[in-house]
């Protein structure tokens, strides 16, 4: 009958009514779903009040006396043992999202001395990204000794070994330590983790956990713990979607049925500008409501009023002229581009052409022409390790292969040494002018610096930058053995006459505690504005003493301009997500 109606009026359609049902359909679950998160968040509300206002005599819980007697929690971080203690009382889950910095990992180390303390001494696991996984078991020794730490690493057959220990009770232990890796790698790994009842899985750099159409999410989620809690500085990143994965992951139970309507209700967008805002005011609504209960997030303006201020400088770099050139160059390239057949995935390539040409010309290939190339193949002929090989075959190689790779060739093998390129051009970057009188202005006034960049080879030109100028540094990436970063760390610390740490962006980002350093210089940015937040905290944090100095680098009238700009919007989600309707940033938000 309705059907019948809506064919008659031209303006209408069964797909338009269809639409409408399913939007209604999603509201209803949101709608359920902010009811129960309400009478949650009025069964604890009044606790929270106690613990966040009302200082020591709103606490419940003390610091645990099998801590370190040497070590004493932070008011806040005391604060922060009762939310989790109060969570765990009334069966609720959580994420402790306090800003970077403001000691997670000391927290939850406490809250499981906590329960070791009244019965329950375990198991429990920490997942963990690989680069936390000595600062965890040296911060599990340093402050809870008597917790056993059953670390869960290595090789496929050392864990065979450890699972035969774990399945068979040969060994004691409360918490298992692993990484995210090393949890779901394999069969076998991830049967582990399903056999043993677990009491507590603590996740670590929750974030990770932001994607509930992941592999990882998926295998994780099998998990057999009967309570959860994620650590993350970061729970809003890109859009609201990645936050409600991280709620249906800590709280399966309440979310996981209904899955499929968050999806849709917290991924689709506005069609109009004015409908993107009242739209996303709605959304952010709803999303605070849902996440009340389950997410205590302090930020370090809040809590740490002896910690020095972060000054943040945005510098915007002009390209050198060459380079300037090769960037209009690919400029055009991106024009043909857009207009092809594969115009998406070309985009993309382009895209990370015109980041790297912002960054240094050598990190393509056009100094060296194929006629250069064909050259140099030759000549490989004669070094005794290539006799015997083919030239076309070493051509295909050089081929591929950018301007500062062939340069590193060329000084590596005698016979191509004619064709190392010039000190001049190694130099030529505009981002190097600017950071040669940065750096220099640095070490007049005794400050030291942690320089990161997204590009590993970017960091291998800033080595012959740093060692040019003669700037002693020490440099940690992603091919660091985990072995090797914390001597490296340690050896910056302690050793006043390193003036810099290079750093890449990903791999230094997490983990690390430079509070020796006092400025931060992010070479390039990344397109994901948090790991650059998480990369400055390793210098602002707990433990510093100076004001901390962030400088940004970009690219003046490259593509840099643009991710800032979507950076920036970034980081206004998150401001929104986090600030009360009164403008203050609430303790439990």
């Known amino acids: 009958m309705l059907v019948n109606k809506v064919n008659k009026v031209n303006t209408l359609s069964i797909d338009l009514i269809w639409d409408c049902k399913i939007l209604i359909k999603e509201r209803e679950v949101v709608l359920r779903l902010m009811n129960k998160c309400e009478d949650i968040s009025r069964k604890l509300m ?62 939850a180390i406490a809250f499981l001395a906590h329960l070791y303390m009244n019965g329950d001494s375990g198991p429990h696991v920490v997942v963990v990204p690989a680069s936390t996984l000595d600062n965890w078991v040296r911060e599990f020794n340093h402050w809870c000794p008597d917790l056993n730490i ?20 040969v060994i004691e232990f409360n918490v298992i330590v692993t990484t995210y890796n090393c949890a779901i790698s394999s069969a076998e790994d991830r049967g582990l983790f399903r056999r043993i009842k677990l009491n507590y899985a603590v996740f670590d750099e929750g974030h990770m956990l932001k994607n509930m159409s992941s592999i990882r999410y998926q295998h994780l989620m099998t998990l057999n713990a009967k309570n959860r ?39 689709s967008k506005a069609k109009s500008t004015d409908e ?33 201020p972060k000054q943040d400088h945005i510098t915007f770099c002009q390209m050198s002229k060459k380079q300037q050139q ?39 290939r056009q100094y060296y022409t194929a006629e250069k190339l064909r050259s140099m193949s030759k000549l490989m002929l004669k070094e005794p390790t290539h006799r015997d090989a083919n030239p076309d075959l070493i051509f295909e190689d050089m081929e591929v292969m950018t301007d500062f790779e062939l340069h590193r060739l060329c000084s590596e093998f005698s016979s191509l040494s004619k064709y190392r390129l010039e000190k001049a051009l190694l130099l030529d970057s505009g981002k190097f002018e600017v950071l040669d009188q940065l750096l220099s202005d640095i070490k007049n006034k005794g400050s030291r610096v942690v320089l990161f960049s997204q590009f590993t080879m970017m960091l291998d030109i800033l080595e012959v930058f740093l060692k040019h100028n003669q700037h002693r540094y020490i440099r940690l990436d992603g091919k660091t053995q985990i072995s090797e970063r914390i001597h490296l760390i340690d050896q910056f610390n ?14 230094g980002g997490l983990g690390i505690n430079l509070t020796s350093a006092n400025v931060v210089i992010l070479h390039d940015i990344d397109c994901n504005p948090y790991n650059d937040k998480q990369a400055e905290d ?22 840099e301009e643009s991710m800032l700009k979507i950076s920036q919007q970034k980081l206004r989600l998150e401001q929104d997500m986090t600030t009360s309707d009164t403008g203050m940033s609430p303790y439990s938000v």
């Open 326 to 364: 090769l960037y209009d160059d690919l400029m055009v390239k991106l024009k043909r581009s857009i207009e092809g057949p594969e115009k998406n995935s070309e985009l993309c390539n382009v895209m990370m052409h015109l980041r790297k040409m912002a960054n240094h010309p050598l990190l393509h």
């Open 276 to 308: 993107q805002s009242t739209f996303e005011k709605e959304r952010i609504a709803h999303a605070k409501l849902i996440m009340k209960p389950f997410i205590l997030k302090r930020v370090k303006s809040e809590v740490l009023k002896q910690l020095p």
């Open 46 to 107: 009044k606790q929270v009040t106690q613990i966040t206002e009302d200082g020591e005599s709103g606490w419940n819980v003390e610091q645990p006396s099998i801590l370190s007697e040497s070590l004493v929690l932070k008011p806040y971080q005391k604060i922060g043992l009762n939310w989790l203690a109060l969570l765990h009382k009334h069966k609720v889950n959580g994420i402790l999202a306090d800003e970077m910095g403001l000691g997670k990992t000391v927290q």
């Open 229 to 267: 809690l994620l650590l993350t500085g970061t729970p809003v990143q890109n859009n609201l979607l990645e936050l409600m994965s991280l709620l249906n992951f800590v709280m399966p139970h309440m979310f996981s049925s209904s899955t499929s309507e968050i999806k849709r209700m917290f991924s």
């Open 150 to 169: 059953l670390l869960y690493y290595g090789s496929q057959e050392e864990r065979k070994h450890l699972r035969y220990d774990i399945l068979n009770n």
């Open 538 to 559: 390793r210098c602002h944090r707990v433990g510093q003493t100076k004001e901390v100095t962030v400088y940004r680098l970009i690219g003046k009238g490259t593509i």
């Open 494 to 507: 302690n050793d006043m006459d390193i003036f810099i740490f290079l750093l890449s962006t990903k791999a």
